[in-house]
């Protein structure tokens, strides 16, 4: 990754960066490019299902894109039978999970766990601990205990803490178990089904019973997908087949049914979703609504009526209050970001070096409002920087106006 464009397009974000905060019951999640990304899969499945059909693959994936599997093939295929819908739902899905794992990229870890196993029996312990110690040293672990694009470096780093601290491991067990770690992340996220951005941080901060589920997959696929980036599902997730379900996504009725289970009024939930369908039926809902650009570009689903479009969840911080609340901060460097789409910002940088530019510019603007706020009364830094918590945390909420733009296309990208 070059530092030097990374560095140029936070500045450039730095200065455009603003910030809504406001409060909510509950958070209710769409699934599919909204927590996880799964999209090569789910087209592959369509993509099947039209070549059946003769019909063009292109124009079957745009048709069938967040709606309810149960609705597209009444529409694809209107001979199947109504007694034999749900078997045809669990056929077809169980398919896009087929995909899923057959475009799984073959494997390096196995083989290194073969390898590593026949040194072990060939090899003095002091010379394996530097082939461990070198294999670690080159493998890049995520700053801070973030998400990387694996999705799982969170875990990772904890595990490794506790596992250095147990002293009843032999540093030999502390090698292999490292490696292990290493190999797990890997095997389990090198799939075509990702963990997106922010998901992870953002499950994490929300208390349970404060969130739920709403998608329009069937059971057999949203657990599927879901347990294949190591997200629990919640007690409530309302899917397909959910017999109070009426209607699906562009209707209001899968988010409105969520709310119902959570036990919340949904007009004061925040939905977030991607889809064109799905963005919809959340601003039907009447909750505020965040999209998402992961499966569609900004100018697709910018006027559609959610609050804010966002690059990715990174832009999104929860934070349990003791009301019982969830105090919702949405970062928007809109006339920034919004130019990702014409080149402006981060021409030429790769989706992850766009990721490490908005995390970059962060950075820069707490520097900012420090450096100001010391100006302003003559204090030290850390001075400053305890008065700038202060006010983060007298903030008052105020109701989203703004919209968060940005480049969509890259976040799948960034996933993968």
């Known amino acids: 990754m070059t530092a030097a464009p990374v560095i140029d397009a ?58 309810r599997a149960v609705d597209n093939l009444r529409s694809l295929k209107p001979w199947i039978k109504s007694h034999e819908m749900d078997d045809a739902v669990v056929a077809f899905e169980e398919t896009i999970l087929q995909f899923a794992d057959s475009l799984r990229t073959p494997s390096a870890a196995n083989s290194r766990r073969n390898s590593r196993s026949a040194s072990r029996r060939n090899s003095q312990s002091a010379s394996r601990r530097a082939s461990a110690s070198a294999g670690v040293a080159g493998r890049k672990l995520s700053q801070g205990g973030g998400v990387n694009p694996f999705g799982l470096s969170q875990g990772l780093s904890k595990l490794s803490e506790a596992q250095q601290s147990e002293e009843v491991f032999e540093e030999d067990d502390l090698d292999e178990k490292l490696h292990e770690a290493f190999d797990d992340e890997e095997e389990a996220f090198d799939g075509a089904i990702r963990i997106l951005p922010g998901v992870r941080e953002m499950i994490d901060a929300i ?77 039907a809902s009447g909750g505020i609504t965040i999209a998402v650009c992961t499966s569609h570009n900004y100018q697709k689903i910018n006027n559609l009526g959610a609050h804010y479009v966002v690059y990715s969840l990174s832009q999104v911080q929860i934070k349990p209050l003791e009301s019982g609340k969830l105090q919702v901060t949405v970062e928007h460097p809109e006339d920034a970001i919004s130019k990702m789409n014409e080149g ?36 030290s830094s850390s001075s400053a920087a305890a008065a700038s918590k202060s006010n983060d945390a007298s903030s008052t909420s105020v109701k989203p106006a703004a919209v968060a733009s940005s480049d969509s296309t890259a976040a799948v990208s960034a996933a993968a």
């Open 10 to 67: 936070a500045q450039k974000l730095a200065q455009a960066k603003d910030t809504d905060v406001f409060e909510v019951d509950a958070v209710l999640f769409d699934m599919d490019g909204t927590l996880v990304d799964s999209i090569s899969a789910v087209e592959a499945a369509w993509g099947e299902v039209a070549c059946e059909l003769g019909r063009d693959p292109e124009e079957v994936i745009a048709a069938t894109h967040g709606k």
């Open 344 to 379: 402006e910002v981060c021409q030429g940088l790769l989706p992850e070096e766009v990721d490490a530019a908005i995390a970059k510019f962060k950075e820069l603007n707490l520097a900012k409002q420090n450096k100001a706020a010391a100006k302003a009364t003559g204090a």
């Open 207 to 283: 208390p349970d019973g404060k969130y739920a589920v709403a998608t329009s997959s069937a059971r057999t696929y949203a657990y599927g997908a879901m347990e294949r980036v190591g997200i629990v599902p919640p007690p409530v997730t309302i899917t397909a087949e959910h017999p109070e379900l009426k209607r699906g996504k562009p209707h209001p009725d899968p988010f409105l049914l969520a709310a119902k289970k959570l036990g919340f009024d949904p007009t004061k939930c925040l939905v977030i979703e991607d889809s064109p369908s799905g963005i919809k039926a959340a601003v």
